[in-house]
């Protein structure tokens, strides 16, 4: 099956700083959305992107499909962005493929 | 507009009992997707519905689970005779039209078994 790779793994940044999330795939996709899942557990969609670049106010993401890869930016980050944000996909007609996520911290 | 309804949000069981555990789509939707999340872990894809229709089990476990989505009423996941490995927090999505399409994520039900 297709393969997900997130990284960083993990992340701790300072409140205001940026970062950059990337998620590599093995093959081609229908479908690639961005989750956080924040502390109490709720999985919140973020994007839905299989190609292009979408904006949603500090937070924006790109899918290079041809190179099989997607950012998520993550700008003047604060407290409440803090938990595990999910890569996933979608090949042909099935569920979705999860990475392992990374588990980001933002320290006041 | 409500989201994808799960209940219970929390449920406890002793071994060797069953669990049901339910998910309502958002309006509109008829494909239904369940999802595994094992302490520490990502989510694992268990099972793809439609109306009653099975699309894909291939991330089921064999034995002791199984999934519904009836013509009328919420998508079911039945656990059988529960062992403490199958505590994890199960999520339920659904889409529109297909999997190609976004999927929206229920609250999750938090499984515990004694």
């Known amino acids: 099956g297709i393969q997900v790779e997130q990284s960083p793994p993990d992340l701790i940044l300072q409140e205001g700083a940026n970062s950059t999330l990337r998620c590599n795939f093995s093959?081609?996709?229908?479908?690639l959305q961005w989750f956080h899942q924040n502390p109490w557990g709720q999985l919140i969609n973020l994007f839905y992107?299989?190609?292009g670049t979408k904006q949603n106010g500090r937070l924006s993401a790109t899918t290079v499909a041809t190179e099989r890869y997607s950012l998520l930016y993550i700008s003047s980050s604060q407290t409440t962005d803090s938990g595990v944000y999910f890569c996933a996909v979608v090949r042909g007609a099935d569920g979705l493929t999860f990475g392992k996520g990374t588990h980001l911290i933002i320290q006041p | 507009n409500a989201g994808v309804m799960q209940n219970p949000r929390h449920l406890v069981r002793r071994r060797g009992q069953e669990a049901r555990l339910r998910c309502s789509p958002m309006?509109?939707?008829?494909?239904v997707y369940w999802y595994r999340q094992l302490p520490e872990e990502g989510l694992k894809f268990m099972v793809y519905?439609?109306?009653?229709?099975?699309?894909?089990e291939s991330g089921m476990p064999k034995e002791r689970f199984s999934a519904e989505f009836p013509k009328e009423g919420p998508s079911i996941l039945r656990i059988q005779q529960v062992v403490r490995g199958d505590s994890a927090a199960y999520f339920c999505?659904?889409?529109?039209?297909?999997?190609?399409?976004?999927?929206?994520f229920g609250p999750g039900t938090r499984l515990l078994v004694l």
């Open positions: 992107i299989p190609s």
């Open positions: 309006k509109g939707h008829s494909h």
């Open positions: 999505a659904s889409s529109r039209t297909s999997a190609q399409e976004t999927q929206y």
């Open positions: 093959d081609s996709v229908n479908n």
């Open positions: 519905l439609q109306k009653e229709n099975i699309i894909d």
